[in-house]
């Protein structure tokens, strides 16, 4: 116990600041606050993974460390597309995962905000249309916003979460 | 050498000792048996369909033995109901393989189950999409039918279905549990569902591009698929890499071993209600992303091996900036060993906790980290080290409990041992060029790339075309003869457990349902 406190009083906060949304015309100010102002409460995310790669995932997963510290802006990920505001998508669609995805948007509740990830979720990737993969995850379900990179940096990923808030308040 | 193979062999190109035999349909399963015997191992299965040349379909099993890998191959005559015989008896991780090579090529292997493995009714069940004749850019409507999973019946006992979309940032894969309260009595996993067409891709692509492909098919082991794919490839045109480039190469894949390991220590943790765990490893994991995008100019270096070498140079104050990061990672490391082996809640759940013992383990085909966590000590690395490995004398970790206890430990060795080959490479690194040109190959060349990833040995099995294209490529994750193995780990545990015990395996969707 001692040494696992002396561990986190060593290590101290390591949280960045959180980045500007390049395009966005209006200031972050308190992000927070905004998330509340348009919600009411915390954006949940759900993720959901269409046939990626898993590399998309990585860079999903990065943005929980204590560096880019979401919750603490007030984004959580949940479990279940019932609770969530927002899907992420990663991954060209593979056929096999074309029905669990249209299922997993209608049971987000509306209104809802979709972001594909990845250069895959945004135009299909070097997967591309092919007999196992539908390609782009808008040509499965509507997108309000995509975020290429293969795999885009947890920063870039999270810049475009903060974009398609802003741009839908 | 195994019984019964040196007879008739040729050798192949691959970046370990390789050689090639073709054999009738009673070798196919005598080899198999002796090899079993002899204390050998499944490395990968696969089929060809070569009618457009000789009128045939083959398959290939390739085998690692005592003195390297052997691929035999078996034709079979074209007809309407091409057929082989099975290799399950001998390894059962086959069984899946196979079910794979049918739904793929359409040859069967004499066997009874042939539910489909790959196909989801996502194409037509008399279409074929490795077959020569099929179009890569064929697009079906999906005509998907229930899977028949194996019943369970008894008084008390009902099923919990779980997925293909699971409650948390993971890929997508079907687990049916049949229960008793809260012990599991079976386990079915169905997998597939992220098959994206990645072996007949491969078929579109020029010699020069595959390796950008081979990166991606597990994203999480880019590094080595890509090199995998790049030894395959420069056996098959006889290049010889810069020694630098070599170096380089190494560095990327333990990099690449580190970081999925120090993800995973972090996990287990918090699936063992230690939060602080996953802190900090994921701390360390992003320490390391970012001394990766400041040496090798990318987080996740999907891009940095190319055919005869690697793409970037480290900048000049990279030794020193990599030499500190690990000096730093191995105190945080020890310390952070310390608080799991000392945390009685942490071990409470780790220990005993999701056994799969050296008996099954050896039966069934583990490979790689599961394996070396079940008692069955192999590495490529130390077992045919091939350049850089031929001069580091890689230490094989190995546990006997073969529990989730195991499975970490297995990787805090991992790391420790990985960070003493980072430091080695750092500073013996050689100065030159970091990439030779790589010709063409001719057509009909096989070429074998076989690397150690942080999962286990990953293969890659090339045959060239004519004018720099690729005729037939094969990816073999070590997730394929794992996957099974979950099946038995799990049982008698709770069901709770379960997200605890598949992250111990932390087994790749991607690179098995390709
Ligand atoms: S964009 Fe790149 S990292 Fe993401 S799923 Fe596609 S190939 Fe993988």
Known sequence: MINTLSRMIRTGILTEEVPRAPKADLPIGNLQEKVRKILGRALCIRHLDAGSCNGCELEIQALNNPYYNIEGIGIKFVASPRHADLLLVTGPVSVNMEEALKRTFDAVPDPKLVVAVGDCGACGGIFGKSYASRGAVADVIPVDHTVKGCPPSPLAILQAILETIQTTA | ?514
């Open chain 2, 1 to 514: 050498m195994t019984p019964g193979f040196k007879e008739g062999t040729k050798t192949v190109p691959s970046n370990l000792p390789c050689s090639r035999k073709r054999v009738g349909a009673v070798e196919w399963r005598e080899i198999a048996k002796s090899v079993r015997s002899a204390g050998g191992r499944l490395f990968a299965l696969w089929g060809t369909d070569d009618r457009d040349r000789d009128t045939c379909f083959r398959v290939f099993a390739v085998y690692l033995h005592s003195s390297g890998v052997a691929v035999v191959e078996h034709e079979m005559e074209g007809g309407t109901k091409p057929t082989y015989p099975s290799l399950r008896e001998y390894f059962p991780s086959a069984l899946r393989m196979e079910r794979a090579i049918f739904d793929l090529l359409g040859i069967k292997s004499i066997e009874p189950d042939h539910r489909g493995w790959l196909r989801h009714g996502g194409w037509p069940e008399d279409a074929f999409p490795l077959r020569r004749d099929f179009d890569c850019n064929n697009q079906f409507a999906a005509a998907s039918a229930p899977y028949p999973f194996v019943q369970v019946e008894g008084d008390g006992v009902h099923e919990i279905p779980v997925g293909p979309v699971h409650a948390g940032t993971i890929e997508p894969g079907h687990f049916r549990f049949s229960v008793v309260g809260e012990k599991v009595l079976r386990l079915e996993e169905r997998l597939g569902y992220k098959h994206k067409g990645i072996e007949k891709l491969f078929e579109t692509m020029a010699q020069k591009e595959g390796h950008r492909l081979a990166a991606r098919i597990s994203g999480d082991s880019a590094v080595a698929y890509s090199w995998a794919y790049c030894a395959a490839l420069e056996a098959a045109t006889g290049t010889i890499c810069p020694h630098r480039a070599v170096q380089l190469r190494a560095l990327a894949l333990e990099h690449e071993r580190l970081a999925n390991h120090l993800g995973d220590l972090g996990a287990l943790g918090n699936d063992a209600g230690f939060a602080f765990g996953l802190t900090h490893f994921a701390r360390m994991k992003e320490d390391l992303l970012r001394t990766n995008q400041a040496s090798f100019s990318a987080r996740y270096l999907m891009d940095f091996l190319v055919p005869g070498g690697v793409a970037s140079d480290l900048p000049n104050d990279a030794p020193r900036l990599l030499l500190d990061r690990y000096r730093s990672f191995e105190a945080d490391l020890n310390a952070m060993r310390n608080t799991y082996d000392n945390h009685a809640g942490v071990q409470d759940r780790f220990r005993e906790t999701g056994i799969l013992s050296q008996e099954t383990a050896y039966n069934l085909d583990a490979v790689g980290l599961i394996a070396r966590a079940s008692g069955i000590p192999h590495d490529l690395r130390s077992d045919f080290p091939w350049p850089p490995y031929d001069k580091m004398k890689v230490k094989v970790s190995s546990q006997t409990s073969g529990d989730v206890a195991a499975r970490v430990a297995v990787r805090f060795d991992e790391v420790i041992e990985s960070l003493r080959i980072c430091r080695a490479l750092v500073a013996e690194l050689r100065s030159g060029d970091i990439a030779t040109v790589v010709p063409d190959a001719g057509p009909g060349l096989l070429g074998i790339g076989a690397i150690e990833g942080w999962r286990g040995p990953v293969l890659v099995a090339l045959e060239t075309g004519s004018n720099g294209s690729i005729r037939r490529c094969h990816p073999h994750d070590p997730s394929w003869q794992n996957w099974p193995l979950i099946e038995y780990a799990i049982l008698g545990n709770l069901v709770p457990d379960f997200p605890l015990i598949n992250k111990s395996f932390n087994l790749s969707y991607s690179g098995h349902d390709l």
